[in-house]
């Protein structure tokens, strides 16, 4: 089987991971527009929930996942002078 992935973004290369581990045979080629060290600025957020179902998927991306993150606590959100915390 052979799989294409538009897109080297997280779901891409998560996907691409999942699939590779399932079918171990299959040829999976990943095309992304962007050079390697292109950076744009902005982050992922994953939530608990999330990072519990990487863990449960695959351990060894959760833990280099994990390993490489940046934790923050709370995250205010202002809007039009309203502050809510996240």
Do not use: H, Q
Request: proline share 5%; aromatic share 18%; net charge negative.
């Amino acid at each position: 089987m052979k799989v294409t992935i538009i897109g080297g973004g997280p779901g891409g290369m998560y996907f691409a991971l999942l699939a590779k581990k399932a079918w171990p045979r299959w040829d999976i080629t990943v095309y992304e527009r962007n050079r390697p060290d292109d950076t744009f600025g902005f982050g992922v957020v994953f939530s608990d929930e999330t990072l519990g179902a990487f863990r449960d998927y695959d351990e060894p991306s959760y833990e280099a996942i994990r390993r490489a993150f940046a934790y923050w606590g709370d995250v205010d959100v202002v809007y039009k002078g309203e502050t809510i915390r996240c």
